[in-house]
């Protein structure tokens, strides 16, 4: 008959291992984590803060987001609508507000199930896509002008874009549960 060893002597000292520390592992992010007080040190308390990775990625994609809104307000404003060509020489050029007309959604038109007049029958994207656009269509307002309609069209659509990119630079960050700051990454990126 086998004896059972003690708990004494099975007992293993497993430590946990710790989340990696970009600032500490890696030169390019501790030279610019000097721009925000250096590296982390080492009496750091980790995951005491209200500010964990997963949160600052998120705002961080919000951020870079909203900016790249922003750079793109003289096209909201005129480069969209005004002179054939200065939606190409502006770095303007989007499909989604000429879509909102075009493919039937400021008249009500389902994708893949009304038929669009003109040389097209349905809605020639993927199937999410045209969901994406529907979804939109119906958060959109009607009434104004169809440019003012198209307009909001795109922010409408934005809005859903930049919750999407929030998502994905979340879902990269806990891709795995050591390296959370890999999203940032994403939520950086152009």
């Known amino acids: 008959m086998c004896a059972m060893p003690s708990a004494e002597t099975t007992r293993t000292s497993v430590r946990e291992p710790e989340p990696v520390r970009p600032t500490k592992d890696d030169e390019v992010a ?5 721009l925000i007080g250096g590296p982390i040190g080492r009496r750091a308390l980790l995951g005491a ?3 964990t ?18 750079q793109k307000l003289p096209c909201y404003d005129s480069g969209w609508f005004f002179g054939a060509s200065t939606q190409y020489t502006h770095a ?3 499909d989604i507000p000429h879509l909102y007309q075009g493919r039937g959604f400021a008249d009500g038109l389902v994708p893949y199930f009304d038929k669009l007049p003109g040389d097209m029958d349905y809605l020639e994207y993927p199937v999410l896509t045209g969901l994406f656009m529907e979804v939109a269509a119906w958060l959109t307002p009607g009434g104004g002008s169809i ?12 809005g859903m874009l930049m919750v999407c990119a929030a998502v994905i630079a979340v879902c990269t960050a806990r891709t795995h549960r050591l390296r959370p700051w890999d999203g940032l990454l994403v939520a950086l990126a152009p």
């Open 147 to 158: 440019q003012h309609q198209e307009q909001i069209y795109w922010m409408v659509n934005a």
């Open 30 to 34: 501790a030279a610019g984590s000097e």
């Open 92 to 94: 303007c050029y989007s």
């Open 53 to 70: 990775p997963v949160r600052v990625i998120a705002l961080v994609a919000i951020g870079m987001f909203a900016l790249g809104m922003v």
């Open 49 to 51: 803060s209200w500010w």
